[in-house]
């Protein structure tokens, strides 16, 4: 009699993860630990026990790929619909799309170096848990590049400002800003990257750009974007768990790593703060119909949710509130005001267009902001106004001078003085360098070598590395052509989109000035 062999036991999803992840891992023989993995000792940061690491979302390669797949014929499915049906004509105004255009120029890029640096920490990371982590995060920012390009780009087909984002990305002045932010942590150590991006961009900028302005872009008939935008937040939850369960994992580790995560914490809270500066002057002055002020957005995802959640529970392990937030506070007020009257006093050299708000726009801010839109603000548009319908249009022709760190222009105040330009110098080596705030201050001092070394437009141009020493030049050095910058009213795409709204004319599109 022969006995039928027992059929195997079929594997729990714990299990199956199990084996298909960990289990994966190997000791090396004939290297060691240090040589196989030289980059997780240097910064300081001691580990015990690699296997301690808790997997936020336990997704095997398979299943990952069916899920994101799924999000995708979803998606591809919109922007085609889109596309087909003419939606750009459905927009509220064609001024919406400066926002998007600051949105594919200095996000987009940003997530493709996200994706490269998570490939570096998917190799060189000593866990299995982590590297795992690291890979499916890589593999996650490269598909927001290829959507976000994708989504953008039937844009291009009719407006100006979008069509070499890449080059921008690496030239125009304002967009050294989240550049700079991306290389300063691609040019730190694995630990540091994932204090940087899984708490700073993902918990503070993420949060505040994909969730309000998001939901902005559907209140103005954005729904290519408003669909990417909640694609990605779904993934950008996991990027936010897995940078909570980084700092809890270096936490828990080893008493020792306790300053070192601080220190990140409070260097990397206020460079990504600095970059929602872009993101402030979007939600207030770049929406035709707004959805969420940036002061509402800032106490509810930032006030809210990290000060009173996040922090409350990282006290357990001793981490107190990053540094200078109290300023961070105090600026929710002015912020987006500061930010956005310099834009539009630059954008002759900028990819997109800015206007005067409307006198229903500056209700709207003086409601929202009473305590100091009026006070403040308003008289800057009122005399703005006047120059226009004298004929005028005020534009900085000079060049401004830029943070050392962050490199905005200076143009934010002292921490509860909207009144008094906020500038720093500190020293080095005999040469003096200024910073914005006490924030980027603080950060200079404590890494001199590294932000002596910015690459800062104001100065590059100065020393003739832009294409040349006049504006036109500069501007043919970033690519911009024109209709691309300067003032909406009688850009070209202010032009065509009443053309194309005309009753005569809807059916006709024209698209003469947009860039192909």
Known sequence: MTIAPKAPRKLSMKQRYQALTRDLDWEPSYVSQDEMFPYVSFEGITIHDWSKWEDPFRLTVDAYCKYQAEKDKRLYAVLDGFAQSQGHLSLTDANYLNAMK?????????????????????????????????????????????????????????????????????????LSVPKSFFEDSLSAGPFEFLIAIGFSFEYLLTNLLFVPFMSGASFNGDLPTMTFGFSAQSDESRHMTLGLEAIKFLLEQDEKNVPIVQAWIDKWFWRGYRVTALVAQMLDYMLPRKVMSWKEAFELYFEQQMMEGLFKDLAFYGITPPRHVEDAIAEKEVLSHQVYWILYQFSHAAAFTTSVPTDEHLEWLSKTYPDTFDKHYRALWDKEKRNIEAGGRHFVRGLPQLCQVCQIPMGFTEPGDPTTICQRESEYKGEKFQTCSNGCQWIFEREPEKYVQAWLPVHQIYQGNCGGPSLPEVLDWYGLEDGDNGEYLGSVDELNWQKWHAPDDISQPDTTGAQA
């Open 102 to 174: 600051i949105f594919l120029q200095g996000i987009a890029p940003n997530e493709y170096n996200a994706h490269r640096n998570f490939a570096y920490l998917a190799r060189h990371l000593a866990g299995p848990g982590p590297r795992f982590a690291a890979l499916c995060q890589s593999i996650d920012e490269l598909r927001h590049t290829q959507t976000e390009i994708h989504t953008l780009s039937n844009y291009n087909k009719y407006y100006s400002g979008f069509h070499n984002f890449s080059q921008q990305h690496d030239r125009v002045w304002y």
